[in-house]
């Protein structure tokens, strides 16, 4: 599920806002290397009540605005995008506030936590296809990002409703196909057998097939 390019000189960094700060972290060393001049914090106030609510009393952009500013990124390199309530909804607001701000991405470094990197960029290829998508993360192993996490099985049921949105979500115009192996799918079904699978697309088995 994570899925990184080579960092290169963009148009503009991109950061999907999420409970996890660490994003807003790593858009800020991308910007200070000066990979791109300006950062696009995308993230409204979301997922009130259920699994991914971050409990902040303001937008995720706004969060991950004022963490990127305590790493030294000036408040002028920022954009807040302050609706957005879904991954699809980063790409598209975030394309129609660069527009309005005279801005026009070519190339797009877009930041998102480790295990959203994939979703996000077959997102974005569907929501965004002018732009050259170029997905970032931090560097960090799997096992060690579950052994910081506060409630790393909320992030494992995250996790898995990801996965099932990317086997799910092409064939719904909401994302571009992406070759999901069979080993792939059968750690998907074990993983919601071992009651992991809160978060699956309503109506439709692991590999993707309605069940109505």
Do not use: Y
């Given at each position: 599920m994570r899925l990184v390019h080579p960092p290169v000189p963009a148009d503009a960094i991109l950061t999907l806002g999420s409970f996890d700060v660490r994003a807003a972290v790593h858009a800020a060393a991308l910007w200070?290397?000066?990979?791109?001049?300006?950062i696009i914090m995308s993230g409204g106030i979301a997922h009130r009540g259920g699994l991914l609510d971050t409990g902040w009393d303001k937008p995720e952009a706004r969060v991950?605005?004022?963490?990127?500013?305590?790493?030294?990124?000036?408040?002028?390199?920022i954009l807040l995008e302050e609706q957005a309530q879904n991954t699809a909804d980063n790409f598209v607001l975030s394309r129609a506030l660069a527009e309005q701000a005279g801005r026009r991405l070519r190339k797009l470094?877009?930041?998102?936590?480790?295990y959203m990197t994939r979703r996000g960029y077959a997102t974005g290829r569907k929501a965004w296809p002018e732009v050259e998508l170029l997905m970032q993360c931090e560097a960090i192993d799997v096992a060690d990002y579950f052994a910081r996490e506060a409630e790393p099985e909320r992030t494992l049921l995250a996790l898995v409703g990801d996965l099932h949105r990317i086997v799910v979500y092409p064939a719904l115009g909401f994302q571009i196909a992406q070759d999901v192996p069979p080993a792939v799918i059968d750690a998907l079904r074990r993983l919601v057998e071992a009651g992991y699978g809160a978060r699956l697309v309503a109506g439709y088995d692991v590999a993707g097939k309605p069940t109505g």
């Open positions: 200070k290397a000066g990979l791109a001049p300006l991950f605005a004022d963490a990127a500013v305590a790493e030294g990124v000036p408040a002028t390199a470094l877009a930041v998102a936590k480790p």
